[in-house]
């Protein structure tokens, strides 16, 4: 069986590599990759962290780049590769456009997708904006469905999507047997320094396309004020490269001391920092499943979570995009004990890591 797996930002290369590395680790299965290029270096790091290297790269990223040059460079890019290698089944993971456009362009060519971690939905076509759309399109069109959990494969049931899916936890727990060690040691020298010991740390990323501009300043605005009144507290953000990003953070966020702005560090250094925070403020979808798993509260810069799981077992808040509000959560993280010993407890919803061995194994049936 030859499948090619096609990928492009960061978030799907960390959950796709230990996918790939289990394909090819199998004599049945010839595996081949193809990276969109959505992302660069943020792509580059994590194939490195895993050792994986691709067969293709379509290398589409420009800068400030729209959703519009994604589809149609991936489209136009795609096509030859697909032609050339005739695979049996294309594999898209999640949300992104690279997502979308490649199954779009599989089905072009009358090839099955398989798409791993299918069924996550919030009910919003613009939240998250265009995710919600490109998963939900992007599970439209496929034939085989790799759903993390079972509610996500109650989500595609409730669309009709009945046949050929499998239940197989998310890939990304799998990702914790290549990133996680005991007495870790940071590559990145900004982190290396950081005393863990004396001061509590406080992760923050924040990215999503819906919150660029008032959202992400009032995020910005509260983690200002945070910082300023808690000077036992260190705030360690690696932004964005998105210079849509990085505009507003470094406006605000630039001069106050206790707050560390750091480019994307790899996912190694990344998982053992959320290993030693003490708790974490995003607007990722990743961050929401990995930081339960290392007991760590988590408060969701959005309005809407597709990823209600954690958020049931307690460890997640959703707690929206206005600055007060961000604050306040935030501020009785950090004075009520009871209140954080509530949320920071170790939960996992998405599987047993072994979500790869699991796909696997569905794509072997096929041929049966
Ligand atoms: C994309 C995905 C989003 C995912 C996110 C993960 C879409 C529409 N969005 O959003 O679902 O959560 O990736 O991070 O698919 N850039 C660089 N170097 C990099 C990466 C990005 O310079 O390695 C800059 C470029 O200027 C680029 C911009 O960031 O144009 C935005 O990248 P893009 O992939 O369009 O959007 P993301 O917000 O990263
Ligand atoms: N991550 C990383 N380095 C960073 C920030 C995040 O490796 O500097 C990892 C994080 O651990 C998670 C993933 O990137 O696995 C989340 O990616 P992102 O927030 O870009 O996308 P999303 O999950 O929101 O789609």
Do not use: W
């Not at 507003?248 to 250094?269: A, E």
């Not at 925070?277 to 929401?288: A, R, V």
């Not at 209140?339 to 794509?363: C, F, R, T, W």
């Amino acid at each position: 069986m030859k499948v090619i797996t096609v990928f492009g930002t960061r978030p799907e290369a960390i959950k796709m590599c230990p996918l790939v590395i289990k394909l090819r680790e199998n004599e049945n299965i010839q595996c081949v990759v193809c990276l969109t290029g959505q992302h660069k270096e943020m792509l580059y790091q994590v194939m490195e962290a895993f050792g994986v290297k691709e067969d293709y790269n379509l290398d589409i990223m420009k800068d400030r780049q729209t959703l519009t040059t994604i589809t149609t460079s991936i489209l136009e890019r795609i096509e030859p590769v697909l032609k050339a290698e005739k695979p049996d089944v294309v594999l898209v993971h999640g949300d992104t456009t690279t997502s979308y456009a490649a199954a779009l362009a599989a089905f072009y060519q009358q090839i099955p997708v398989g798409h791993v971690e299918a069924g996550l939905r919030t009910g919003d076509i613009y939240s998250p904006f265009p995710e919600e759309m490109n998963r939900l399109l992007t599970d439209r069109i496929s034939t085989y469905y790799y759903a993390p959990t079972k509610l996500n494969q109650k989500n595609l049931a409730k669309e009709g999507i009945i046949d050929n899916v499998y239940v197989t936890g998310n890939t990304v727990i799998d990702a914790f047997q290549y990133t996680v060690k005991d007495g870790y040691s940071f590559s990145n020298q900004i982190l290396k320094n950081v005393d863990f010991l004396s001061k509590r740390v406080i992760t923050v990323t924040a990215h999503r396309r819906e919150n660029l501009g008032h959202p992400l300043r009032n995020i910005c605005n509260a983690i200002k004020r945070l910082a300023e009144e808690k000077h036992d507290t260190l705030f360690i953000y690696p932004v964005h490269l998105n210079p849509a990003v990085r505009d507003t953070v470094f406006d605000v966020l630039d001069d106050v001391d206790n707050v560390l702005l750091i480019d994307p560090v790899d996912v190694l250094d990344m998982h053992n920092l959320l290993a030693r925070s003490y708790m974490i403020m995003t607007d990722s979808g990743g961050l929401q499943e990995e930081a339960p798993h290392f007991g760590k509260p988590v408060l969701v810069l959005r309005t809407e979570t597709e990823r209600p799981e954690a958020v049931e077992a307690g460890t997640v808040r959703v707690v929206g995009v206005e600055e007060e509000s961000i604050y306040k959560e935030a501020m009785t993280l950090l004075e009520d004990c009871e209140k954080y010993d509530e949320m920071a407890k170790a939960v996992n919803p998405y599987g047993d890591g072994h979500a790869s061995e699991q796909i696997v194994q569905a794509l072997l049936d096929i041929e049966r």
